[in-house]
């Protein structure tokens, strides 16, 4: 295999408080290929978003990374300083976030903030850089990219807003986006709209992508790989149709008993007893151990690490039979 | 004007005899005009926002009626407008045959209150954070001295901390303390404690996690099942609607576009924007069917485009939607209103 775009190994990161270091992200592994979607999943609290803004550096301090490597391309950059990730940021990884008007600055026209960045990774004269966000603007479905150019963000529809950032994000051709609950503010219908244009433009590009949300819907519809995440570690990843429809660790299972669908409709959606616990209040061993109808010993006394579990990888002591051939990820 | 009477509603007639909720032509207007001095200066006229226009649906007792939508599709309204909170501009919201807007006394306004309720979709701000539990879920029932002493009200209030699953010392803390499944708890149970008939769900769980929001739904239909409590549920997610309602009302731009049974309504949808809002769900089967979705965004309710609203969007359109209102037409016991369905296009 080639070598991956973006390697995360053993990435740890910790809020340092009064009462000691509280570890939000534990020990997260994981690859992502040229061309690939990976899908991270999880419910609030789960560190789905940490474990983005570590790779691109954006961790708020006083939290940081305590330990684990991110290459990117086999370059190791979760030690680059604020500058050397400034020229990472933007050019080699782009990002979409969850409100689009957070990513926009709203005192400049949508085209001069495309051509500014555009200008900051590429050496491009002014018309060339301008002439490329039309088209960019273009190809992400703005209509009339050539007069909405000179629009304000305001002016937009948040899907509109969301394309725009979508175009912005693209504009230096970054191997790896990272996309943080990029649909999650808008209408079902602007949803799908997004995800079939996100889903078109990485795919043409070759582009990367790491996709956080809590909605296992449009990780089915649009990641290639999936990692579930719970209590900042993860707990099953593999194949979206095996995690979708044949989840092993009981925690998947749980989750994915408890989303309605619109099929049939059934009398009790399944119930995962109690919530996730607090960062404070990790339990020993799995620390899934409290909510699980399949816990037994050995969960409640040591973490279990990944291991095979079908054509999944599952972090369950359930899968541990077969766990002794290659345990090294 | 659209006029839904008769079939449509008698799904929920048949099974007491009187529904429950009866609303009639609910419509609401809200001025969004810019202050007079600026409309004299710039020589504009006033701007009226329609969020809600003729909108009629009945609930029967222990039936849910879900309303769906998007933003902007006057679903809350109507939820706000049922419940009390908002005078309609025109139409009327009937409790048990009692009108909520017309000049009643205030003591049989009150015991129609007791009788409804509402939960709200953000449980951080709609309980008081400076009140404790206890005196949260208490409040009811003093206000509308459901109790005789201090000591039936606490016995009371732990009962009800107990029927949504939580323990009953659980009151003598603060709301900041627990999550926000567990404060939509809390909200249930304050809803329940003036024991209404009749509960309005603002999108309930649209603020929560998946787990927990599991753990919400199964709770409010064990306690439907239990004191035979009737909902209006509003929410923007067709699959939480699917598991909750037996009757759902879709919304477009301030009108029902589609009323029809749960079952009927997922399989057989007639009106486009149905047709479009089932087939953008996303597809945990993983069936791969290919997929188109809709172009274009809702107008803006200020000036919504002639016709039906939706013909810019719909992809069925010809030209009577351009130039007039579809009305709600009745077929056996569901309705759209789409020229389309009518002239037997789709």
Same mark, same amino acid.
């Given at each position: 295999?080639?070598?991956?775009?973006?390697?995360?190994?053993?990435?740890?990161?910790?809020?340092?408080?009064?009462?000691?270091? @509280?570890?939000?992200?534990?020990?997260?592994?994981?690859?992502?290929?040229?061309?690939?979607?990976?899908?991270?999943?999880?419910?609030?609290?789960?560190?789905?978003?940490?474990?983005?803004?570590?790779? /691109?550096?954006?961790?708020?301090?006083?939290?940081?990374?305590?330990?684990?490597?991110?290459?990117?391309?086999?370059?190791?950059?979760?030690?680059?300083?604020?500058?050397?990730?400034?020229?990472?940021?933007?050019?080699?990884?782009?990002?979409?976030?969850?409100?689009? @008007?957070?990513?926009?600055?709203?005192?400049?026209?949508?085209?001069?903030?495309?051509?500014?960045?555009?200008?900051?990774?590429?050496?491009?004269?002014?018309?060339?850089?301008?002439?490329?966000?039309?088209?960019?603007?273009?190809?992400?479905?703005?209509?009339?990219?050539?007069?909405?150019?000179?629009?304000?963000?305001?002016?937009?529809?948040?899907?509109?807003?969301?394309?725009?950032?979508?175009?912005?994000? @693209?504009?230096?051709?970054?191997?790896?986006?990272?996309?943080?609950?990029?649909?999650?503010?808008?209408?079902?219908?602007?949803?799908?709209?997004?995800?079939?244009?996100?889903?078109?433009?990485?795919?043409?590009?070759?582009?990367?992508?790491? @996709?956080?949300?809590?909605?296992?819907?449009? /990780?089915?519809?649009? &990641?290639?790989?999936?990692?579930?995440?719970?209590?900042?570690?993860?707990?099953?990843?593999?194949?979206?149709?095996?995690?979708?429809?044949?989840?092993?660790?009981?925690?998947?299972?749980?989750?994915?008993?408890?989303?309605?669908?619109?099929?049939?409709?059934?009398?009790?959606?399944?119930?995962?007893?109690?919530?996730?616990?607090?960062?404070?209040?990790?339990?020993?061993?799995? &620390?899934?151990?409290?909510?699980?109808?399949?816990?037994?010993?050995?969960?409640?006394?040591?973490?279990?690490?990944?291991?095979?579990?079908?054509?999944?990888?599952?972090?369950?002591?359930?899968?541990?039979?077969?766990?002794?051939?290659? &345990?090294?990820? | 004007?659209?006029?839904?009477?008769?079939?449509?509603?008698?799904?929920?007639? #048949?099974?007491?005899?009187?529904?429950?909720?009866?609303?009639?032509?609910?419509?609401?207007?809200?001025?969004?005009?810019?202050?007079?001095?600026?409309?004299?200066?710039?020589?504009?006229?006033? +701007?009226?926002?329609?969020?809600?226009?003729?909108?009629?649906?009945?609930?029967?007792?222990?039936?849910?009626?879900?309303?769906?939508? =998007?933003?902007?599709?006057?679903?809350?309204?109507?939820?706000?407008?049922?419940?009390?909170?908002?005078?309609?501009?025109?139409?009327?919201?009937?409790?048990?045959?009692?009108?909520?807007?017309?000049?009643?006394?205030?003591?049989?306004?009150?015991?129609?209150?007791?009788?409804?309720?509402?939960?709200?979709?953000?449980?951080?701000?709609?309980?008081?954070?400076?009140?404790?539990?206890?005196?949260?879920?208490?409040?009811?029932?003093?206000?509308?001295?459901?109790?005789? #002493?201090?000591?039936?009200?606490?016995?009371?209030?732990?009962?009800?901390?107990?029927?949504?699953?939580?323990?009953?010392?659980?009151?003598?803390?603060?709301?900041?303390?627990?999550?926000?499944?567990?404060?939509?708890?809390?909200?249930?149970?304050?809803?329940?404690?003036?024991?209404?008939?009749?509960?309005?769900?603002? *999108?309930?769980?649209?603020?929560?996690?998946?787990?927990?929001?599991?753990?919400?739904?199964?709770?409010?239909? #064990?306690?439907?099942?239990?004191?035979?409590?009737?909902?209006?549920?509003?929410?923007?997610?067709?699959?939480?609607?699917?598991?909750?309602?037996?009757?759902?009302?879709?919304?477009?731009? !301030?009108?029902?576009? =589609?009323?029809?049974?749960?079952?009927?309504?997922? =399989?057989?949808?007639?009106?486009?924007?149905?047709?479009?809002?089932?087939?953008?769900?996303? #597809?945990?089967?993983?069936?791969?069917?290919?997929?188109?979705?809709?172009?274009? *965004?809702?107008?803006?309710?200020?000036?919504?485009?002639? !016709?039906?609203?939706?013909?810019?969007?719909?992809?069925?359109?010809?030209?009577?939607?351009?130039? +007039?209102?579809?009305?709600?037409?009745?077929?056996?016991?569901?309705?759209?209103?789409?020229?389309?369905? *009518?002239?037997?296009?789709?």
């Amino acid at each position: 295999m080639a070598e991956p775009v973006l390697a995360v190994r053993d990435l740890k990161v910790g809020f340092p408080t009064r009462r000691g270091t @509280l570890i939000a992200v534990d020990g997260v592994s994981f690859d992502l290929a040229a061309g690939e979607v990976l899908g991270v999943v999880g419910e609030s609290g789960a560190g789905k978003s940490l474990t983005g803004a570590a790779v /691109i550096g954006l961790i708020e301090p006083p939290g940081r990374i305590l330990s684990g490597e991110v290459r990117l391309g086999g370059q190791r950059i979760d030690q680059f300083g604020a500058k050397g990730m400034r020229a990472i940021r933007g050019r080699r990884i782009g990002m979409v976030f969850q409100d689009p @008007l957070t990513s926009l600055n709203p005192l400049y026209r949508i085209g001069d903030q495309i051509v500014e960045t555009i200008r900051a990774h590429k050496a491009m004269s002014e018309h060339e850089a301008r002439e490329r966000a039309i088209a960019l603007l273009q190809e992400a479905g703005i209509q009339g990219a050539r007069e909405r150019i000179g629009s304000y963000p305001h002016e937009f529809s948040g899907g509109m807003r969301q394309r725009v950032v979508l175009a912005l994000a @693209l504009c230096a051709e970054p191997d790896l986006l990272i996309a943080d609950e990029p649909t999650t503010a808008l209408d079902v219908s602007i949803q799908a709209q997004i995800i079939a244009l996100l889903k078109r433009l990485c795919h043409e590009r070759g582009t990367a992508v790491m @996709l956080i949300t809590h909605d296992m819907g449009v /990780i089915a519809e649009m &990641a290639d790989r999936v990692a579930v995440m719970y209590a900042g570690r993860i707990a099953e990843i593999g194949p979206v149709r095996d995690v979708v429809q044949r989840p092993r660790h009981p925690y998947t299972k749980g989750l994915m008993g408890a989303i309605p669908t619109a099929g049939q409709r059934s009398s009790r959606l399944a119930q995962i007893p109690g919530s996730m616990p607090r960062l404070n209040a990790t339990p020993a061993g799995c &620390a899934f151990h409290p909510r699980c109808g399949d816990a037994f010993d050995r969960c409640r006394r040591e973490r279990p690490e990944q291991m095979p579990a079908g054509s999944s990888e599952a972090a369950c002591w359930l899968y541990a039979a077969n766990a002794t051939a290659g &345990a090294a990820i | 004007m659209l006029a839904v009477r008769g079939e449509c509603d008698g799904g929920s007639r #048949d099974m007491s005899g009187v529904p429950l909720v009866e609303a009639r032509d609910l419509t609401r207007v809200f001025d969004v005009s810019k202050p007079w001095l600026n409309r004299v200066i710039e020589g504009e006229e006033r +701007t009226l926002l329609k969020a809600v226009t003729g909108v009629s649906f009945s609930i029967g007792r222990s039936e849910t009626l879900a309303l769906v939508g =998007e933003s902007g599709s006057g679903k809350s309204t109507v939820a706000r407008m049922v419940v009390g909170l908002l005078q309609p501009t025109s139409g009327s919201v009937a409790i048990d045959n009692i009108d909520m807007w017309a000049p009643v006394r205030e003591r049989e306004r009150q015991k129609l209150r007791r009788r409804l309720q509402m939960i709200f979709q953000d449980p951080f701000a709609s309980l008081n954070p400076r009140w404790r539990v206890k005196r949260i879920v208490a409040d009811p029932i003093k206000a509308f001295a459901l109790a005789k #002493d201090d000591a039936e009200i606490e016995h009371r209030v732990g009962e009800l901390l107990r029927l949504v699953g939580l323990d009953p010392s659980d009151g003598d803390k603060y709301p900041h303390e627990f999550s926000g499944g567990q404060r939509q708890r809390i909200c249930i149970a304050r809803a329940l404690s003036s024991k209404p008939e009749f509960i309005v769900c603002d *999108e309930p769980t649209s603020a929560l996690d998946v787990s927990v929001q599991a753990q919400i739904l199964n709770l409010m239909r #064990d306690l439907q099942d239990q004191f035979r409590l009737s909902y209006l549920f509003i929410s923007h997610n067709l699959a939480v609607v699917r598991h909750m309602a037996a009757r759902i009302g879709v919304m477009y731009l !301030g009108r029902i576009v =589609e009323l029809a049974p749960a079952d009927e309504l997922f =399989e057989n949808p007639r009106h486009p924007y149905t047709r479009m809002l089932i087939d953008a769900l996303p #597809d945990l089967a993983m069936t791969g069917k290919p997929r188109k979705p809709i172009q274009g *965004e809702i107008p803006n309710p200020i000036s919504p485009p002639p !016709g039906c609203a939706f013909h810019p969007r719909c992809p069925h359109a010809f030209d009577p939607c351009r130039a +007039t209102l579809p009305a709600l037409v009745a077929h056996d016991h569901r309705s759209a209103a789409c020229h389309a369905v *009518e002239a037997g296009r789709i």
